[in-house]
């Protein structure tokens, strides 16, 4: 129990105390601030040594730096939990895109299934600007995912920071989409019963924002589900404080814990270099309208309490909920952004209760025929 003074905690977190960080908030996992400290991850950083004045290519660079900086930390992360897990077999395939790319499908399926299964899409985070998805923390989450009794498919979208330059939005929207498109086209021969969308952070956004993008093309049979985890989904991220206040609190109230809102809008700059998609409910979801989600499958939406993007994926739920669509709104208390499922080796219960409650999700609900189309 913390032994601070009721006025430190009237507010939460840096609406309190700007120099709060996980290190000194008493909201905080113990077991979770214990392995962010030892990467150096529970105090407030620094700002980034760009922004929005910079140029792009500066920024750029500066964005791929720090990709590689978080591939070096999911590589160190342990990666021995659970100690036990079903085998899962994989392999690849291709789904052939809009603008002639053949978009990798990276595709685990339990050993031995011989029945239609429920299909979990799978899009990774990293703002839509970063991380690959082939790597040990992505992995194992979609072998954890498969091993409960589901074909996981995680689709190789193109990220909107490479090395060879920018994949603006809606590059990597369009592959997602085209995937989910081919997936559901070939739901026999995959094996598969009915699709779930799924991802954490910008995946979650990619998976939003793939659901309206189906609505508006007349798609949506080809998505049976939404879960979405942690999304960023906003944008909002270089608002002004009082903005924040008014909409988001959570941006400030959480800014710094494990992600900041200066690192956020330079992700933002790499998908959206132009500002002019700044209230497209297709770039930001968040943005999205009673009657652009009217109609929706249905949808989970998970957030962290120590998350800045907390109160963006709350307000999604809430317009799910004005429109009539069948949403179920989630907090995990104590955490920070993808604690829940990157950080999984920190808080395996919250990690394993998670993968269970996306294949209860699937098995609740009603699949397509699986007749090839």
Sequence with gaps: MSTAPVSELALPGRLGDPERSPATDPRIDPSLLAALATYGLDVVGDAPPVDRSTPIEQVLEFVLGVETGFGGLYTAMPHDFPSERGEVELSVQHAPGRDGRDIPLHIFTPAGATTPLPCIVYLHGGGMAVMQTTNPVHQQWCEDLAATGAVVIAVDFRNSAT???????????????????????????????????????????????????????????????????????????????????????????????????????????????????????????????????????????????????????????????????????RVNLGLVHTADSIWGFAVPEVYAATVADIKRFADSLEGTSTTDR
């Design 163 to 329: 090395a060879g330059g920018l994949n603006p939005f809606p590059i990597g929207l369009n592959d997602c989409s085209d995937a989910v498109a081919w997936i559901h086209e070939h739901r026999a021969a995959l094996g598969i019963a009915k699709i779930v969308l799924q991802g954490e952070s910008g995946g979650a956004n990619l998976v939003l924002a793939t659901t309206l993008a189906a609505k508006r093309d007349g798609r949506l049979d080809a998505i049976d589900g939404v879960y979405a985890m942690v999304p960023y989904i906003s944008g909002a991220y270089r608002w002004d404080r009082d903005r924040k206040l008014a909409e988001l609190p959570s941006l400030v109230e959480n800014d710094g814990y494990y992600i900041d809102c200066k690192m956020l809008d330079l992700l933002v700059m790499t998908y959206d270099p132009t500002g002019e998609q700044a209230e497209n409910p297709l770039a930001w979801p968040y943005f999205a309208t009673v009657e652009d989600v009217a109609g929706l499958p249905p949808h989970v939406i998970s957030t962290n309490e120590l998350d800045p993007l907390r109160d963006e994926g709350m307000a999604y739920v809430r317009t799910l909920r004005r429109a009539g669509v069948s949403a179920t709104g």
